[in-house]
């Protein structure tokens, strides 16, 4: 039986792909073991922990969505892969919401090019890349003593404007929100969902394949590596 189609947005991470060619998508992303099913049954598949699964659904509005499980996106070769897309498509942008840590990430990169880069967990700025559109600086209490990659008082109060509707907020201005997809009624029935390139089937770490080279993709991990744990600790949590 074929689930309720809800969109997403909590407590998950995706991609958006410039991009009208999912198949083209879910090969950039070396997806394995890809299928076409009825699109409610993929994003349930992206939800479920430690599942490895990737789901390419569109064309959207002239985009392609990618959710992926939340504790995939703590593979920290899984957060590279947005600067790959951006090298193949132009544009692409990474999305995380996780509520039990306060770790909300948005990103924006063009052409293997970090534009916009913005990643908060429990209270403090780990990235603050790049400088906000009108439309972030109008949402977010932003002024100059924020626009660095470093943590004080001032980042602080940066970091609690920020939360999962802020994280829907920027992807509704960027390309599509995921959460008001299910409103819609053009959207496609079917879905891509294939294995991530970094996990197995039991949801087990594969040795990676080389992804095409990004500037400044090496300051991801560095983000993620100080609250990674965290995540691990906390993965069980709700």
């Known amino acids: ?10 407590k998950c991470a995706w991609f958006a792909v410039r991009s009208t060619d999912p ?11 890809v299928s076409s099913e009825p699109i409610g049954d993929v994003t349930d598949k992206t939800y479920e922990r430690d599942s490895g699964y990737v789901a390419v659904i569109g064309p959207i509005d002239g985009w392609c969505l990618a959710p992926f499980d939340l504790i ?6 899984m957060l590279d892969l947005v600067g790959a897309l951006s090298i193949q498509f132009g544009e692409a942008q990474l999305f995380t ?17 970090p534009i916009r880069q913005v990643y908060v967990a429990d209270g403090e700025v780990f990235r603050n890349h790049g400088e906000p559109d009108g439309f972030e600086t109008s949402l977010l209490d932003i ?18 404007s920020i939360d999962e509707d802020t994280v829907l907020a920027m992807a509704e201005e960027w390309s599509v929100d995921p959460l008001s997809l299910p409103e819609r009624d053009d959207l496609p029935p079917f879905a891509l969902v294939g294995l991530s390139p970094f996990r197995d089937k039991t949801g087990r770490p594969l040795s990676p394949r080389p992804v095409p080279e990004a500037k400044n993709v090496s300051a991801t991990p560095k983000i993620f590596a100080s609250v990674r744990n965290v995540f691990r600790r906390r993965k069980t949590e709700d």
């Open 23 to 33: 198949s083209a998508v879910a090969e950039c992303l070396q997806l394995s073991d």
């Open 97 to 113: 919401s996780y509520r039990v840590v306060s770790a909300y990430q948005f990103e924006r990169w063009m052409d293997g090019t």
């Open 143 to 160: 002024n100059e003593d924020v626009q660095h990659d470093e943590v004080d008082d001032d980042n602080f109060g940066f970091a609690m």
């Open 72 to 77: 995939l996106s703590d593979d920290l070769r």
């Open 1 to 10: 039986m074929t689930s309720e189609f809800n969109g997403w947005g909590y």
